[in-house]
């Protein structure tokens, strides 16, 4: 989960620590959750894991209702053909080997296990957004920082901000994926000795990549972005918009706007010239 550091995400949650017992997350008035304490409850305690939390440690259970279970359910039979139709071969075959529970929402730990078991990368929670430099940093570690809430049941179709579904269903399958794995490491390799100008770029690089990538699959198009794989109406529609060249020079100049569908996307010829030409680009940051 990361932040543009220049703008905010419409609607987006704030965390803050009242004492050293209770750490609250305040709701902007036009969250679908804004009015439902016992949701502001349960994103508070889910908050408060993520604030206690110590990195390598196992990461603690999160209280899902089963009200919760049923819209991972829902969310999941929505978007599974769409994957199927519009998914790269490489999500795909890593959903599989991950093997989410289709009826419950699986816990962080749950699916690091498997991820791991796989060769794979390890979730770590957060509270909400973290600034690029924080996210980026952890990859080269084998860590993506992410949430553990799910968006509000009223508004299955709709979150303001990334949850559980984005964190494990967008990216989960795609950090068990080895060459995948070598670009997302390489980010944090950069980022560690980027300046903030740097981080810039690499954010979004990231973004038109690793976010929102597409390539084409012999004559097909496909995606292979976790913010993609986790919004149906945008996964079920991106073909629909253009289709710029895989160009990274471009994409790290090319700034984004999280709070709407994108208005185009950056296209390579197959995931392994996509990953060839990142990770030339990255690795020249290096020398
Ligand atoms: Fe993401």
């Known amino acids: 989960m990361i932040n543009n550091d220049s703008e905010d995400f419409a609607g987006q949650a704030q965390m803050s620590v009242v004492d050293s017992r209770t750490v609250v997350v305040e709701l ?18 889910i908050a408060k894991i993520a604030y206690e939390h110590k990195t390598g440690m196992p990461v603690p259970d999160a209280p899902y209702t089963q009200e919760e279970d049923e819209l991972w359910a829902t969310i999941l039979e929505l978007l599974r053909p769409v994957h199927e139709q519009w998914a790269c071969a490489e999500y795909l075959e890593y959903w599989d080997k991950v093997n989410f ?56 179709m709709y979150t303001p901000e990334p949850d559980v579904v984005h964190e494990l269903v967008g990216h989960g399958p795609m950090l068990a994926v080895p060459k995948f794995m070598e670009v997302n490491r390489l980010f944090g390799e950069v980022t560690a000795i980027a300046d903030d100008a740097l981080v810039q770029k690499l954010i979004n690089l990231y973004w038109w990549s690793i976010e929102f990538g597409s390539v084409k ?71």
């Open 101 to 156: 529970p289709e009826d419950r929402i699986p816990q962080m730990r749950e699916v690091t296990e498997s991820l791991r078991r796989l060769g794979g990368f390890s979730f770590e929670p957060v509270c909400g957004l973290v600034l690029p430099r924080t996210f980026l940093i952890e990859l080269k570690n084998d860590i993506m920082l992410g949430t553990q809430y799910i968006r509000h049941y009223s508004k299955p």
């Open 28 to 45: 902007d008035q036009d969250h679908p959750g804004f009015k439902d304490a016992a949701y502001r409850q349960r994103r508070n305690e």
């Open 217 to 287: 699959e012999g004559e097909a198009l496909k995606s292979m972005g976790a913010g993609l794989f986790s919004s149906i109406g945008e996964l079920a529609s991106f073909a629909e918009r253009p289709q710029r060249d895989f160009e990274p020079t471009l994409m790290e100049n090319t700034a984004f706007d999280p709070t709407q569908y994108q208005p185009f996307y950056f296209c390579g010829e197959s995931t392994d010239d996509v990953v060839r030409i990142l990770t030339e680009h990255l690795q020249n940051y290096l020398r």
